[in-house]
């Protein structure tokens, strides 16, 4: 018999609930304490990290690289060495370029005073030329390997640590040339190249006028001269530059500052000469038109006299314009003289016709009949000292802009 008992049925979880101790209470009352598993577990992986050499790498400092940019059209100050962050990518056709040294030539000059028509607004990079290091290939180039040593040409923008351009704009440095060198090759030696020969048509026994002949076209011109035989070469340029043009080659060093070089010239040879390679403009280049035999030819590839200070001087542009030489067909036909232009920069899209040529010179190069002469070499932090020696004309030869300190300069400083 079973008999019901009285009252409430107990719970069966009552008594658990009550012999538990809250949470927090248990929190509160006493800590947790982890396993000992746990405890030795990130201990045993950190010693087998770096038993194994994968000990995690500490962080990497961002990239960062030089690069001078021009800010406004103006003075010297208006270049600016700038740290940039990151390093660029190189897309499909192009190559990184680490790069060791670059060219400073007279459209740069121009472009920094805002005369110069081929460069996009401020702020932009400036520099046609350089020589550096393949650091790292784009999508579908197969032609550069990275740690490839070359030479670059472009429109702007290489006065950088870093640089991408298309492969196209590359070209290998041959065995033995210093980076000094390749950035001081390609603008000058292109330039006077197919002035003399593709215009010029240059042969031998024949005459030439070349005005800044210490500069880097001019003393680029000087060489490729040399390689033809018996050719008289007039070259214009201070007095104190004249020992070192004969050197070069010069046959007759004339004085510009002292003296009238049409009048010099005409002593020697009353005729005139067979080519005047011009890169002033205005007067100078009606002077250069009457200087030529009959069949010479005058190229001219500048405007020089643009640069009569720091700053675009709108005098010198109004008085070179008003002084511009000017000619028509029926005139040219009873004078038998031709006249040429040449613009480096609006080649730049003619790739095979640039390659022919540079691949002459560096043959050339290699028969050691043509070599660049380096003035001076300056970092990029003394830029504004490297346009001022190339703008006031002290230089004979190539102006040179490194991105490091050059290591003879360094350890000057450090004594």
């Not at 542009?317 to 511009?324: D, E, G, R, S, Y």
């Amino acid at each position: 018999v079973c008999r019901r008992r009285s009252g409430p049925r107990p719970d069966p979880q009552a008594g658990e609930q009550q012999q538990q101790t809250p949470p927090e209470e248990n929190q509160a009352a006493e800590p947790q304490k982890k396993e000992p598993a746990e405890e030795q577990k990130p201990a045993e992986e950190a010693a087998a990290a770096v038993e194994s050499g994968e000990a995690a790498a500490p962080p990497q400092p961002e990239v960062t690289y030089k690069s001078l940019v021009l800010s406004g059209h103006g003075g010297y100050d208006k270049v600016k060495l700038q740290n940039k962050k990151g390093s660029p990518k190189p897309k499909a056709g192009e190559v990184l370029i680490r790069v060791r040294a670059c060219g400073l030539n007279f459209a740069d000059l121009m472009a920094r005073q805002g005369v110069y028509d081929r460069l996009p607004s401020p702020p932009v990079s400036l520099g046609m030329e350089c020589s550096g290091i393949v650091e790292e290939l784009g999508e579908g180039v197969t032609d550069r390997q990275v740690g490839d040593k070359v030479m670059v040409l472009n429109r702007f923008g290489l006065w950088q640590e870093l640089v991408t351009v298309q492969t196209s704009h590359t070209f290998l440095m041959p065995e033995g040339m210093s980076f000094e060198e390749g950035a001081a090759l390609l603008v000058n030696y292109i330039t006077a190249y197919m002035i003399l020969f593709d215009f010029g048509n240059l042969r031998p026994k024949q005459s030439v006028l070349i005005h800044m002949a210490a500069g880097g076209v001019g003393t680029a011109a000087i060489q490729l001269c040399k390689t033809v035989e018996d050719v008289t070469i007039f070259g214009t340029a201070s007095s104190a530059k004249h020992e070192a043009l004969k050197e070069h080659g010069v046959t007759h060093p004339i004085d510009y500052r002292t003296s009238d070089y049409v009048d010099e010239l005409k002593k020697i040879s009353p005729k005139g000469v067979d080519i005047v390679m011009d890169p002033l403009g205005g007067s100078d280049t009606c002077k250069a038109y009457n200087l030529l035999k009959p069949m010479g030819k005058l190229v001219i590839y500048g405007a020089a006299n643009l640069l009569t200070g720091q700053k675009k001087n709108l005098v010198a542009l109004a008085k070179t314009w008003w002084n511009q030489f000017s000619i028509n067909a029926l005139q040219l036909i009873p004078s038998n003289k031709a006249v040429c232009g040449f613009h480096l920069g609006h080649l730049d899209t003619e790739t095979e016709l640039i390659t022919e040529v540079v691949v002459k010179l560096l043959d050339l190069y290699k028969q050691e009949k043509i070599k660049p002469k380096i003035d001076s070499i300056y970092p990029f932090e003394q830029v504004a000292d490297a346009m001022r020696q190339m703008q006031e004309k002290k230089n004979v030869g190539k102006v040179i802009l490194v991105p490091e300190v050059p290591k003879e300069e360094a350890k000057k400083e450090e004594n």
